[in-house]
């Protein structure tokens, strides 16, 4: 007994010594204030590099629009698609396509519409993205409702068994066709229009 009350003892005298040690330790291998003394800029030199960096991007964009206003002038953009937002979903299209519209929708068929929910346009070297939703003005979707029909019968069978009970449902539900007409830039991709100050009635 005496032999483990000297060893425990000791073991306490000596636990002071060896927490302090530790706390030594990790105060010395602490790197946060360090980096942040390297990392810290000084006020001036934040506010002239963030200037320079807003000049250095309003060029490039500036850039890019020319460039792309230039294809489009030429009409060398090539083919353009669009990603239009359609009656709770999203459609990737192209002139002449044909797309279906699940549900019902109140256009007849014959009436010409104009899909103003761009949310993406784009041709070969380029792609115009919304935020969500491209400027009014910029793209034009044109298309025609070609055709309202009604889908397969689908069948709803429910039986329990040993229960004499048992129910057949047919369901048909609406459908309409749509054509892609066109897909046009309508105006320079920098420039203001007068559609955004007064937008359009309809949307689809």
């Not at 039986?159 to 897909?183: A, D, E, G, L």
Request: hydrophobic share 40%; proline share 4%; with cysteine.
């Amino acid at each position: 007994m005496s032999f483990l009350a000297q060893t425990v003892r000791q073991v306490l005298r000596q636990a002071p010594n060896r927490t302090s040690a530790l706390t030594g330790a990790m105060r010395s291998l602490s790197l946060a204030p360090a980096l942040w003394q390297q990392n810290k800029p000084a006020a001036a030199d934040a506010a002239i590099d963030v200037a320079a960096i807003a000049k250095d991007q309003q060029k490039e964009c500036q850039s890019i629009c020319e460039r792309v206003n230039q294809q489009v002038a030429k009409m060398e953009q090539g083919r353009l698609f669009a990603v239009v937002h359609l009656c709770g979903k999203q459609f990737k299209i192209t002139a002449g396509d044909i797309i279906l519209v699940e549900g019902y929708w109140p256009p007849t068929i014959g009436d010409e519409i104009s899909l103003d929910k761009v949310l993406l346009a784009g041709a070969r070297d380029f792609t115009l993205i919304g935020r969500p939703i491209l400027e009014s003005g910029l793209v034009t979707v044109k298309a025609t409702v070609v055709e309202k029909t009604l889908t397969h019968t689908k069948t709803h069978f429910k039986k329990k068994r040993r229960k004499q009970y048992m129910r057949i449902n047919f369901q048909r539900s609406p459908n309409t066709m749509i054509r892609i007409n066109s897909i046009e830039l309508a105006r320079p991709v920098d420039a203001i229009s007068e559609a955004e100050k007064e937008p359009s009635r309809r949307l689809f």
